[in-house]
């Protein structure tokens, strides 16, 4: 099923701001313009977002919002890839632009084939609402997004935010549609501010970042089907799962898997990401050389090269990863399932995506 132009834009409400009206830099609610009202779900199953059968693929940028205190003696290490969880340091946020009125700030690529065009493009947001301090949740269901030299707009949720309260945490996850912003402004880089998350130490740690899929098309490619579910789910509880059905999948065909997930602890076990192509055919475990299969919640934004500002091999809690399955798919099939799941890691699931070489 391919969305027409008019379903793909009708939700989207992305707005210029001057950025004299913007949030305070230091992020105090009371210097920030009532947001406007979204509702809100303690949990939204996993359900589809965006589907289509067309020559093209998926690509995604992302970045954290938070990261640990350099003060900290192994901060740097934990940033370049070390051992280190978020729950170990008190943590501040991410700032790159140098505009006093933003305390949060950061940047990552979209990376088209020349000629692309864009068919469909959402993003993501989320994080801990609740560290050393608390944040209001009136703000969850809004940031600012500057496409590649461009200024602040504004762009608010469109869709219910999924907002938990837990004895530890109070999490989130809200999404816009921006199709026209990125087909309009094309590749490069994009920046993010002002994710609502908040700073501070913890037992649960503080997290937060976003990530902007894209799915594209290119007659140069092949004929795939691409598919993006979303939800909002603590995965300890229930796992995340993307279902296509209907399909006519070959052996070997190419495949292409994305996660976005908040809270995932480097180290802890027992997370896994799998794909069957047909009843009974058993699960295929899926990893990459920076998520290994019992840890693929492991605080990383991996996958394809791309630009990011700043680029941490470890992000302290956040994780948007892309695995492009080396062999293709292992087994054909009639339809896709892709499982997210987590036996110990107390982390929440918010995107799977997926794209698969059709058969010609």
Same mark, same amino acid.
């Given at each position: 099923?391919?969305?027409?132009?008019?379903?793909?834009?009708?939700?989207?409400?992305?707005?210029?701001?001057?950025?004299?009206?913007?949030?305070?830099?230091?992020?105090?609610?009371?210097?920030?313009?009532?947001?406007?009202?979204?509702?809100?779900?303690?949990?939204?199953?996993?359900?589809?977002?965006?589907?289509?059968?067309?020559?093209?693929?998926?690509?995604?940028?992302?970045?954290?919002?938070?990261?640990?205190?350099?003060?900290?003696?192994?901060?740097?290490?934990?940033?370049?890839?070390?051992?280190?969880?978020?729950?170990?340091?008190?943590?501040?946020?991410?700032?790159?632009?140098?505009?006093?009125?933003?305390?949060?700030?950061?940047?990552?690529?979209?990376?088209?084939?020349?000629?692309?065009?864009?068919?469909?493009?959402?993003?993501?947001?989320?994080?801990?609402?609740?560290?050393?301090?608390?944040?209001?949740?009136?703000?969850?269901?809004?940031?600012?997004?500057?496409?590649?030299?461009?200024?602040?707009?504004?762009?608010?949720?469109?869709?219910?935010?999924?907002? &938990?309260?837990?004895?530890? $945490?109070?999490?989130?996850?809200? =999404? !816009? @549609?921006?199709? /026209?912003? %990125?087909?309009? *402004?094309?590749?490069?880089?994009?920046?993010?501010?002002?994710?609502?998350?908040?700073?501070?130490?913890?037992?649960?740690?503080?997290?937060?970042?976003?990530?902007?899929?894209?799915?594209?098309?290119?007659?140069?490619?092949?004929?795939?089907?691409?598919?993006?579910?979303?939800?909002?789910?603590?995965?300890?509880?229930?796992?995340?799962?993307?279902?296509?059905?209907?399909?006519?999948?070959?052996?070997?065909?190419?495949?292409?898997?994305?996660?976005?997930?908040?809270?995932?602890?480097?180290?802890?076990?027992?997370?896994?990401?799998?794909?069957?192509? &047909?009843?009974?055919?058993? $699960?295929?475990?899926?990893?990459? =050389? !920076? @998520?290994?299969? /019992?840890? %693929?919640?492991? *605080?990383?934004?991996?996958?394809?090269?791309?630009?990011?500002?700043?680029?941490?091999?470890?992000?302290?809690?956040?994780?948007?990863?892309?695995?492009?399955?080396?062999?293709?798919?292992?087994?054909?099939?009639?339809?896709?399932?892709?499982?997210?799941?987590?036996?110990?890691?107390?982390?929440?699931?918010?995107?799977?995506?997926?794209?698969?070489?059709?058969?010609?």
């Amino acid at each position: 099923m391919r969305h027409s132009p008019g379903q793909l834009l009708r939700h989207a409400t992305v707005g210029v701001l001057a950025l004299a009206s913007i949030w305070a830099s230091c992020g105090s609610p009371a210097a920030a313009p009532a947001a406007p009202p979204v509702p809100e779900a303690d949990g939204i199953t996993f359900a589809q977002r965006y589907s289509a059968l067309q020559h093209g693929g998926i690509v995604r940028a992302a970045n954290t919002s938070i990261t640990c205190r350099a003060q900290a003696p192994s901060c740097s290490g934990a940033q370049a890839g070390g051992a280190g969880v978020n729950g170990d340091f008190d943590m501040f946020y991410v700032d790159v632009d140098r505009d006093p009125n933003t305390y949060n700030s950061s940047r990552a690529e979209v990376r088209l084939p020349a000629g692309a065009r864009v068919t469909y493009a959402r993003l993501y947001w989320g994080g801990n609402l609740r560290v050393g301090e608390q944040k209001p949740s009136a703000d969850n269901g809004r940031v600012l997004l500057a496409e590649p030299g461009g200024e602040y707009k504004e762009v608010i949720a469109d869709t219910a935010v999924g907002h &938990r309260v837990t004895d530890t $945490a109070d999490a989130f996850q809200a =999404s !816009a @549609d921006v199709t /026209g912003l %990125v087909r309009d *402004s094309g590749p490069g880089l994009y920046t993010v501010a002002q994710v609502n998350v908040a700073a501070g130490g913890s037992a649960a740690g503080a997290w937060g970042g976003w990530t902007l899929v894209v799915a594209y098309e290119d007659p140069a490619e092949p004929l795939r089907h691409l598919a993006l579910w979303d939800g909002f789910t603590p995965l300890r509880s229930q796992a995340a799962e993307l279902r296509l059905r209907g399909l006519d999948l070959a052996v070997g065909a190419g495949a292409r898997v994305g996660l976005v997930a908040y809270d995932g602890d480097r180290g802890t076990t027992g997370d896994s990401l799998t794909l069957s192509t &047909r009843p009974g055919s058993g $699960a295929t475990r899926i990893s990459g =050389s !920076a @998520d290994p299969a /019992g840890d %693929v919640l492991n *605080s990383t934004i991996s996958g394809p090269a791309a630009a990011r500002v700043p680029a941490y091999p470890n992000t302290l809690g956040y994780d948007s990863d892309v695995f492009d399955l080396p062999e293709g798919l292992p087994r054909a099939g009639d339809q896709a399932t892709v499982r997210l799941a987590s036996e110990r890691d107390a982390a929440w699931a918010g995107v799977l995506f997926a794209a698969f070489d059709a058969r010609r």
